[in-house]
């Protein structure tokens, strides 16, 4: 018998805003992807090959690694982001990816999506400005962002080791806590991808 949409694992799409091998924000990705709750699975997805957005290139068709950005983001349950703060603002990488995501607007990938938001780094406000920011901009494209808890990881250089791997324990049960929260916040929407498509 098929699992019902409640029992089903659910998947969540893990994406950070940097692209420097030792960021602090992709080892909270890899920290999710180990940590994750029974019943659940993070898949990292990398920015890297996401061109710059372009509407006359959107108009002729996504570029394959667009298309394919597009493509995870539909086939998971949930998408879970870690952004760095640049200028106290969300970084360009994590913004244009977003900005790639959310077209056709209002019945894009995003729409609809549960998604949860974390962040480290170096400084002492841990991303509290740059997560304000994305919230205020997912919201704009009909994303679910989910409410709490926040994970606001400052002064991450003592919370890291030097390749980017999270060493820190409490940091580290900030991170599963909010995945047990995106899991409660998935189900209670409704709408795992199976359910949607049936
Ligand atoms: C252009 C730029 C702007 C930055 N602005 C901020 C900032 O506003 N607040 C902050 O806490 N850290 C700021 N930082 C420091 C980042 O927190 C730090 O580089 C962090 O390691 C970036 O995340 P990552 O490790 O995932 O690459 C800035 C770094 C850069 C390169």
């Known amino acids: 018998m098929a699992p019902r949409p409640s029992d089903r694992p659910l998947t969540f799409l893990g994406i950070a805003g940097s692209l420097r091998r030792a960021s602090y924000n992709r080892g909270l990705i890899r920290a999710a992807v180990e940590l994750a709750p029974t019943g659940t699975r993070v898949v990292a997805y990398d920015l890297a090959e996401i061109p710059l957005y372009n509407a006359d290139v959107e108009e002729v068709g996504d570029p394959g690694s667009v298309a394919a950005f597009k493509a995870a983001i539909a086939a998971a349950d949930a998408l879970l982001i870690a952004t760095p703060e640049y200028n106290h603002c969300v970084p360009g990488v994590l913004k244009n990816a977003v900005d790639w995501a959310s077209r056709p607007a209002r019945r894009s990938v995003l729409t609809d999506k549960p998604v949860a938001i974390m962040g480290a780094s170096s400084g002492r406000g841990g991303t509290a400005r740059a997560q304000a920011h994305l919230r205020d901009g997912l919201t704009y494209t009909d994303g679910l962002v989910l409410p709490l808890p926040e994970v606001l990881v400052a002064e991450s250089g003592a919370?890291?080791?030097?390749?980017?791997?999270?060493?820190?324990?409490?940091?580290?049960?900030?991170?599963?806590?909010?995945?047990?929260?995106?899991?409660?916040?998935?189900?209670?929407?409704?709408?795992?991808?199976?359910?949607?498509?049936?």
């Open 159 to 198: 919370r890291f080791d030097a390749d980017g791997n999270l060493i820190d324990p409490s940091t580290r049960a900030d991170v599963r806590d909010l995945l047990v929260a995106l899991a409660a916040w998935t189900r209670r929407l409704g709408r795992p991808v199976e359910a949607v498509a049936s």
